[in-house]
């Protein structure tokens, strides 16, 4: 199986300014990677992933994520946030053979100061 | 979210009632998912079903079970119902990764369900 930590769970920061938030997986096999984002009282919404090829996945929205293989890690950047940005982020981990199932960690609140 | 429907979106209920949400899809997925939403401990898998009839245990199943008997309803009941399962519900889909690129997670909207 497969286990997802995410290190913070409220990130305060102010406008313009760059955010981390940061991803750690364990697993034994070859794995995907996601971040999800939840804005208030919604569901989840997809905002990058890493099936396999380039190791940094970008999103429409400015977001990028680097997976590193030897760290076991999936942080997510932005270089100048929005308060729109306001929301809880959300790692995920699948196998490549269990694709079936998807671990998420327990979140990040992004609170975007202006 | 287009193509996923949760229902009712709130709910209370008292213990020791049962409860039923539904997820309805429009997209002729084949992998259905039921998770709830703690604070604290992000999203946790209850059950999954991988086609009509074919269901399986996600890590918190106890006092909850499911039934797909079409391929566009997945069902979740809380047979008594208790003060632990005040979550919030979501449902998503899925399709296999043969379609790579399109790979992820769909969710719906969630159920916010009380139990007094």
């Known amino acids: 199986a497969q286990s997802v930590t995410q290190l913070d769970s409220q990130v305060p920061v102010f406008e313009e300014a760059p955010v981390e938030l940061r991803c750690n997986y364990s697993s034994s096999v070859s794995v995907y990677l996601f971040w999800y984002v939840q804005y208030p009282n919604q569901g989840l919404q997809l905002l990058l992933k890493?099936?396999?090829?380039?190791?940094l996945v970008e999103s429409i929205n400015g977001f990028e994520a680097e997976f590193n293989k030897s760290q076991t890690s999936f942080h997510l950047r932005k270089p100048s946030v929005h308060i729109s940005d306001t929301a809880e982020y959300f790692c995920?981990?699948?196998?490549?053979?269990?694709?079936?199932?998807?671990?998420f960690g327990s979140g990040t609140k992004l609170n975007v100061k202006p | 979210d287009a193509g996923i429907t949760q229902s009712p979106r709130h709910k209370v209920t008292e213990t020791g009632t049962p409860v039923t949400l539904r997820c309805h899809q429009t997209e002729n997925h084949r992998y259905m998912y039921w998770y709830r939403q703690d604070p604290g401990h992000g999203l946790r898998l209850i059950h999954y079903?991988?086609?009509?009839?074919?269901?399986d245990k996600g890590e918190v199943s106890d006092g909850y079970s499911v039934s797909r008997s079409k391929t566009e309803d997945f069902l979740l009941t809380l047979e008594s119902a208790t003060s632990s399962q005040t979550s919030v519900y979501f449902c998503?889909?899925?399709?296999?990764?043969?379609?790579?690129?399109?790979?992820?997670?769909?969710f719906g909207s969630g159920t916010r369900l009380t139990v007094v």
């Open positions: 890493y099936l396999s090829g380039s190791t």
């Open positions: 079903s991988y086609g009509v009839k074919d269901t």
């Open positions: 998503a889909i899925s399709e296999t990764p043969g379609e790579i690129e399109v790979y992820g997670y769909t």
């Open positions: 995920a981990v699948s196998g490549i053979y269990n694709f079936n199932k998807f671990y």
